[in-house]
């Protein structure tokens, strides 16, 4: 049997996103979906056995990947490890409360975005992960990790905070780069960096 | 939010108390969204009109309960961080007692299993900043003996590591696994917190 193209799963997705933008989550059918998206119904159905359901929670997690594509996109071109992260804490922050589509989703219908967002985080934890662990290896061989970290879960710890500290700051204002080079600096990286010659 | 909120933990008003546990164990057994005032009344053993002169509405009740064991939790936290003999020990065993106690909290496990959109309007985005402020004021006088000054942001961060945790299942670590958490704890958050770091990140900074 001839699966669909992966071009076609991602018109479905760009599709329900037009639709959750203008109707919102609840509205939006797979109706709307399939008009939206330029795909028939029956490949729709085909391809998302689990109807309505799977398209939306898909959709947030291909949207919430593609928000962090964007944002390693724009931390390429860095000197190092501690201005990456820097610059993508207080690029992601502003993009976070710029996203249109996000803030009204959330303003209006919260019940019905969060428990999607909360079951698709841990696809983009393994993204931010995969990501991050080669970025530590390299400092590894730089010579800058501390001897007993270990890189999986190092660059598992700084996914997770920042992706917390990208929806909840708290008491950080993203905004003011020199308290975001104190938190990276010390909550972020304060066990992962070595601090050379400096006992 | 109204006075009745306030409930006197010094003085616990037997019939508070009453409604207080009786709502949670209504949550329990049926979750949020389908228990009643009358549901809490039945099981309070009094009226829907003393709840409502008690509490005001089925909101303030349930937000006075949440509140009451919130203040319960972070008794038992400051407690295990009193006798702790390290900044380590108190970060793993207010980490602990705190997932023990959400863990194996009937109510909140119902809400968290079957009912998620309940809670998590509370715990991510502006919800969740709000819950990291309460939190932190909570917890922090765990740790004023050991950073000082910096009780509240240490306070924070172990909050912000312990929802981290809690909400996300694929974790590397459990807050019932006292071995792996401790390792994890020693080596990123400790770091993370201790007031003696704060120099060799300034000498890291001004190797520029």
């Known amino acids: 049997m001839e699966s669909p193209a992966p071009d076609q799963r991602e018109l479905v997705y760009a599709g329900t996103y037009e639709c959750v933008a203008r109707f919102g989550l609840a509205k939006t059918t797979v109706d709307d979906v399939a008009r939206a998206s330029g795909v028939s119904r029956a490949t729709v159905y085909r391809m998302f056995p689990g109807g309505r359901d799977q398209i939306m929670r898909e959709t947030v997690g291909w949207e919430m990947n593609r928000f962090f594509a964007r944002l390693a996109a724009e931390v390429e071109d860095v000197p190092d490890l501690e201005t990456r992260l820097e610059r993508a804490l207080s690029f992601a922050r502003r993009s976070l409360l710029e996203h249109e589509v996000l803030q009204k989703v959330l303003a209006t219908e919260p019940d019905a975005l969060l428990p999607l967002m909360t079951i698709e985080q841990h696809r983009v934890l393994r993204y931010i992960t995969g990501y991050l662990a080669p970025l530590l290896a390299a400092e590894r061989v730089g010579g800058r990790l501390r001897d007993d970290v270990d890189v999986e879960i190092a660059a598992d710890y700084v996914a997770r905070m920042l992706l917390s500290l990208i929806g909840s700051p708290g008491r950080w204002d993203l905004g003011d780069p020199a308290e975001v080079r104190d938190l990276v600096g010390r909550e972020l990286l304060g066990g992962i960096l070595s601090s050379r010659g400096n006992e | ?208």
């Not at chain 2, 979750?31 to 005001?56: M, N, P, Q």
């Not at chain 2, 998590?120 to 939190?135: H, K, N, V, W």
């Open chain 2, 1 to 208: 939010m109204t006075a009745a909120l306030a409930v006197d933990t010094l003085h616990p008003d037997p019939v508070e108390t009453r409604a207080l546990d009786a709502t949670l164990a209504c949550i329990a057994r049926h979750g949020l969204s389908k228990t009643t005032i009358d549901d809490i009344a039945r099981e309070a053993g009094c009226s829907r009109a003393t709840l409502y002169r008690y509490f005001g509405s089925r909101q303030d009740l349930v937000a006075a309960a949440v509140h009451a064991e919130a203040l319960r939790v972070a008794d038992l936290a400051r407690g295990v961080a009193g006798a702790a003999a390290t900044l380590e020990d108190a970060v793993v065993g207010v980490l602990r007692v705190v997932g023990r106690e959400l863990g194996e909290h009937a109510a909140l496990r119902f809400v968290a299993d079957v009912e998620p959109e309940q809670l998590l309007p509370y715990l991510t985005f502006a919800g969740g900043d709000r819950f990291l402020q309460d939190a932190a004021e909570a917890i922090a006088p765990c740790f004023t003996r050991f950073v000082g000054d910096d009780a509240t942001r240490a306070a924070e961060w172990i909050a912000r590591i312990g929802l981290a945790l809690w909400l996300s299942p694929t974790a590397p670590v459990s807050l019932a696994d006292a071995e792996t958490l401790r390792g994890y704890v020693h080596a990123f958050v400790l770091p993370a917190i201790e007031p003696s770091h704060v120099l060799k990140v300034s000498n890291q900074l001004s190797k520029g």
